[in-house]
């Protein structure tokens, strides 16, 4: 495995990072092992402190963290400093809530006393992806952290330069460099530490087939993961919506991160009445929208990664169009090996086509017919994945009538699905199991444990 950062924009390579040799891999575990059994010792006020500091240092920092995101996946700079300013949002939410999440909860038994007490697992591995390089980590490594435990990171191999930053970000505001370790190792290693009873948990941001080889190799060794995997979320377009809102939302949902994301809306499924003027309004938003340098200010969305996800992702379209799905906007690739790929939408999507059972991992919109509500669910239903979902509707309560047979882990009614402090964050079916985020997302690594006294 080579860990590189390569301008996607430019093709150009910026730097190159040795992976760790064994002895050195063992050193590293070491002490972390150690600095489990530290780091649990402080106060909450003092992670708490730490954590807030984090927070200032991710927005002074923020230009430069977007700099390396453009440079490293393509992110253009105002979604890199949002996406520093979120992460730093993120430490204060936990730093300011981390001890009432996991204060003792009060059962009643036949006991005098009984409550459920939470304490830290120790070492958490953390597999991380490179679409959004520092609000994946953080969103593991904030609520981690507040609950005592310590992290090793192994990002993507093409961002190494954001997985350093970060590491150092959490190093200068106070977090012991044990307690928060980057690691250049290959799946092997990964493999290895997974065996290792020095790690006592894991989690997964990512593909199916890593998450299913890492949940694998947790499951012959006992130990807990959490994971985050893909998604094609249903975004469906009822007869009596606000159209011109719901298409604008689309097109930003599409597009999110060059549609480079899990929970980016990617099946749009629309009542029969307005799929017309729905596809209509889609199209032209998303002809509006401008490719550039991520370097710039003027770009709202640049090139996907690599050139091995757009020459995967133009494969994807190729075969559906072959197999009868209609472009209603012809964007793509401008030809193999090309990052760019512009704004694409199909219609006539139907189940064979691998537009109808995949996850397209781009900028690629699907607009699927759907007879009336109950067959708009059916549509958004038949689907290996169940991560987020929105529906957009002027009837509320049928809304979340709706909300409870979709089989997603968030419904979001007339608005953009996005990942939040507040809200649990996770799937069901082949999208993963836990939750990240909110209350639950901070008790995911931590031991539940049942005190009874008499």
């Given at each position: 495995?080579v860990?590189?950062?390569?301008?996607?924009?430019?093709?150009?390579?910026?730097?190159?990072?040795?992976?760790?040799?064994?002895?050195?891999?063992?050193?590293?575990?070491?002490?972390?092992?150690?600095?489990?059994?530290?780091?649990?010792?402080?106060?909450?006020?003092?992670?708490?402190?730490?954590?807030?500091?984090?927070?200032e240092?991710?927005?002074a920092?923020?230009?430069e963290?977007?700099?390396?995101?453009?440079?490293?996946?393509?992110?253009?700079?105002?979604?890199?400093?949002?996406?520093?300013?979120?992460?730093?949002?993120?430490?204060?939410?936990?730093?300011a809530?981390?001890?009432?999440?996991l204060?003792?909860?009060?059962?009643?038994?036949?006991?005098?006393?009984?409550?459920?007490?939470?304490?830290?697992l120790?070492?958490?591995?953390?597999?991380?992806?490179w679409?959004?390089?520092?609000?994946?980590?953080?969103?593991?490594?904030a609520?981690?952290?507040?609950?005592?435990?310590?992290?090793?990171?192994?990002?993507?191999?093409?961002?190494?330069?954001c997985?350093?930053?970060?590491e150092?970000?959490?190093?200068?505001?106070?977090?012991?460099?044990?307690?928060?370790?980057?690691?250049?190792?290959?799946?092997e290693?990964?493999?290895?530490?997974?065996?290792?009873?020095?790690?006592?948990?894991?989690?997964?941001?990512?593909?199916?087939?890593?998450?299913?080889?890492?949940?694998?190799?947790?499951?012959?060794?006992?130990?807990?993961?959490?994971?985050?995997?893909?998604?094609?979320?249903?975004?469906?377009?009822?007869?009596?919506?606000?159209?011109?809102?719901?298409a604008?939302?689309?097109?930003?949902?599409?597009?999110?991160?060059?549609?480079?994301?899990?929970?980016?809306?990617?099946?749009?499924?629309?009542?029969?009445p307005?799929?017309?003027?729905?596809?209509?309004?889609?199209?032209?938003?998303?002809?509006?929208?401008?490719?550039?340098?991520?370097?710039?200010?003027?770009?709202?969305?640049?090139?996907?990664?690599?050139?091995?996800?757009?020459?995967?992702?133009a494969t994807?379209?190729?075969?559906?169009?072959?197999?009868?799905?209609?472009?209603?906007?012809?964007?793509?690739q401008?030809?193999?090996?090309?990052?760019?790929?512009?704004?694409?939408?199909?219609?006539?999507v139907?189940?064979?086509?691998?537009?109808?059972?995949?996850?397209?991992?781009?900028?690629?919109?699907?607009?699927?017919t759907?007879?009336?509500?109950?067959?708009?669910?059916?549509l958004?239903?038949?689907?290996?994945?169940?991560?987020?979902?929105?529906?957009?509707t002027?009837?509320?309560?049928?809304a979340?009538?709706?909300?409870?047979?979709?089989?997603?882990?968030?419904?979001?009614?007339?608005g953009?699905?996005?990942?939040?402090?507040?809200?649990p964050?996770?799937?069901?079916?082949?999208?993963?199991?836990?939750?990240?985020?909110?209350?639950?997302?901070?008790?995911?690594?931590?031991?539940?444990?049942?005190?009874?006294?008499?």
């Open positions: 495995m860990y590189e950062s390569i301008n996607p924009y430019t093709g150009r390579r910026l730097r190159r990072f040795a992976t760790l040799g064994p002895a050195q891999l063992e050193r590293r575990l070491a002490r972390a092992h150690r600095a489990a059994a530290q780091w649990r010792a402080t106060s909450f006020a003092e992670r708490a402190a730490v954590l807030h500091r984090t927070a240092l991710l927005r920092r923020q230009d963290l977007a700099r390396l995101m453009a440079l490293e996946m393509g992110k253009p700079l105002r979604d890199g400093r949002a996406e520093a300013q979120k992460c730093a949002s993120c430490c204060d939410y936990y730093a809530h981390a001890e009432g999440f204060a003792d909860e009060e059962v009643t038994t036949d006991g005098t006393r009984s409550y459920l007490s939470y304490a830290p120790g070492v958490v591995l953390a597999i991380m992806p679409n959004f390089p520092l609000w994946q980590v953080v969103r593991f490594a609520p981690a952290l507040m609950a005592g435990n310590v992290g090793l990171l192994k990002h993507a191999p093409n961002v190494p330069q997985a350093l930053a970060l150092k970000l959490l190093h200068d505001a106070g977090v012991p460099p044990t307690a928060f370790q980057n690691l250049f190792i290959t799946n290693q990964v493999a290895g530490l997974l065996a290792d009873d020095r790690v006592r948990a894991a989690t997964l941001t990512g593909s199916e087939r890593a998450g299913a080889a890492v949940a694998a190799a947790a499951g012959q060794h006992i130990k807990k993961t959490v994971l985050e995997l893909g998604g094609s979320d249903p975004f469906i377009v009822l007869a009596d919506a606000d159209l011109a809102l719901a604008r939302t689309a097109a930003q949902a599409r597009l999110i991160n060059a549609g480079q994301s899990c929970i980016a809306a990617k099946r749009f499924i629309v009542e029969k307005v799929v017309r003027e729905f596809t209509r309004l889609l199209v032209s938003h998303l002809r509006q929208l401008r490719y550039g340098d991520p370097l710039a200010d003027t770009t709202d969305y640049g090139p996907l990664a690599r050139p091995d996800l757009a020459n995967q992702l994807q379209v190729a075969d559906s169009v072959a197999l009868g799905a209609k472009v209603e906007l012809a964007g793509g401008p030809h193999p090996g090309s990052t760019r790929f512009d704004p694409l939408v199909l219609s006539h139907k189940p064979g086509q691998r537009a109808y059972a995949e996850e397209l991992f781009g900028p690629v919109a699907l607009v699927l759907a007879r009336d509500a109950a067959d708009a669910v059916r958004a239903n038949d689907s290996r994945f169940g991560l987020g979902a929105a529906i957009w002027q009837d509320v309560a049928q979340e009538r709706l909300a409870r047979q979709l089989e997603n882990g968030a419904v979001f009614i007339n953009l699905v996005k990942s939040m402090n507040e809200l964050f996770g799937g069901v079916k082949k999208s993963g199991y836990g939750r990240e985020l909110s209350y639950q997302g901070i008790r995911e690594f931590t031991n539940h444990k049942a005190v009874w006294i008499k």
